[in-house]
Nanobody
Framework: QVQLVESGGGLVQTGGSLRLSCAASGRTFSNDIMGWFRQAPGKEREFVAWIRWSTGWTYYGDSVKGRFTISRDNAKKTMYLQIDSLKPEDTAVYYC???????????????WGQGTQVTVSS
């Protein structure tokens, strides 16, 4: 089992920045892929990025390349998502997830956090 807790969401103005955190506990060594997803009201859950704990490899969804940066601190077992130049269309609940496969489909991740709300005002 893996437990995930997100934090860092909030209300920000267009052009601002946020850093989201995801603290992991449990069997993270066997669930080496950590991902970020987001879901806006009325829309499907969208892949943002994943990172591999052991190597630091990263992969981003096309819609977020250039403004989003995923990173991790192995010692703290915490993953981060830095979001810069925020836009109103970034408004969503952001979720972290853990799994074993380097994939972007939500169904590939068996473990999820509760989500953190990001709201960008125009």
């Amino acid at each position: 089992q893996v437990q995930l807790v997100e934090s860092g969401g909030g209300l920000v103005q267009t052009g601002g920045s946020l850093r989201l955190s995801c603290a992991a506990s449990g069997r993270t060594f066997s669930n080496d892929i950590m991902g970020w997803f987001r879901q806006a009201p009325g829309k499907e859950r969208e892949f943002v990025a994943w990172i591999r704990w052991s190597t630091g490899w990263t992969y981003y969804g096309d819609s977020v390349k250039g403004r989003f940066t995923i990173s991790r601190d192995n010692a703290k077992k915490t993953m981060y998502l830095q979001i810069d130049s925020l836009k109103p269309e970034d408004t969503a609940v952001y979720y972290c997830a853990a799994g074993r496969l380097m994939l972007s489909a939500p169904s590939s991740y068996p473990y999820w956090g509760q989500g953190t709300q990001v709201t960008v005002s125009s």
